[in-house]
């Protein structure tokens, strides 16, 4: 493969901006509404769970969406959402206002070297949308495996991104096929199930090989 298709490919938007977060969380479910699917499922995941000891990750937190649908649904977890943007986690405060007790910010960026130092073990850690924010798909092996060094031993992963190929997205190197999506997974140690697919997302759940 050629040095140029290695290259990381550029955001069009910075995150970190006020105008930009609060333009993506105005946009994000009018683009695609049955994120609010993959939500619920996210939730049904957990909720077989002794919930008053679980402790929930969620990396790429974003404006708080998915954050808000599963503590609404299950009210005793405790929380932490990780995001490199300030501004995200200014709209996400807002949002969980009513669960301010139990919910974690930590802004951090999983593109650095060190990013897991400190965060602890974890029951749960999840992703919506935000895999593809590595900015190349040849990062994501390594980004799993430091993500199973943040769960316990018997902890659970749930990933869902968009997807490469019919009903997809175009960029290929940006974006994984579900089975290099699964791939990456299994490279990393986790043996995997796919939960959900719809709208040019899917929803894989891993856990420890």
Known sequence: M?????????????????????????????????????????????????LHSIHV??????????????????PKLNYTLLDFSPAMHTLAQSRLQNFASQTVFVERNFRQPDWIEGLGKFDFVLT???????RHKRHAVAFHRDVKQLLKPNGTYLVCDHFVGEDGMKNDQLYM???EQRNALIAAG????????????????AVLS
Do not use: Y
């Open 2 to 50: 050629s040095a140029a298709l290695e290259q990381d490919v550029p955001s069009p938007v910075d995150l970190r901006k006020p105008s930009d977060a609060k333009q993506w969380e105005q946009e994000a479910l009018q683009k695609r509404p049955w994120r609010t699917e993959f939500f619920e499922q996210f939730a049904q995941e957990i909720r077989p769970s002794d």
């Open 57 to 74: 990750l969620e990396l790429g937190s974003g404006p708080g969406f998915l954050a808000l649908h599963i503590l609404n649904a299950l």
């Open 128 to 134: 919506n949308q935000a895999v593809h924010e590595l």
């Open 177 to 179: 096929t579900i089975e």
């Open 190 to 205: 986790f043996k995997v199930e796919q939960r959900l697919k719809k709208g040019g997302l899917v929803l894989h759940h």
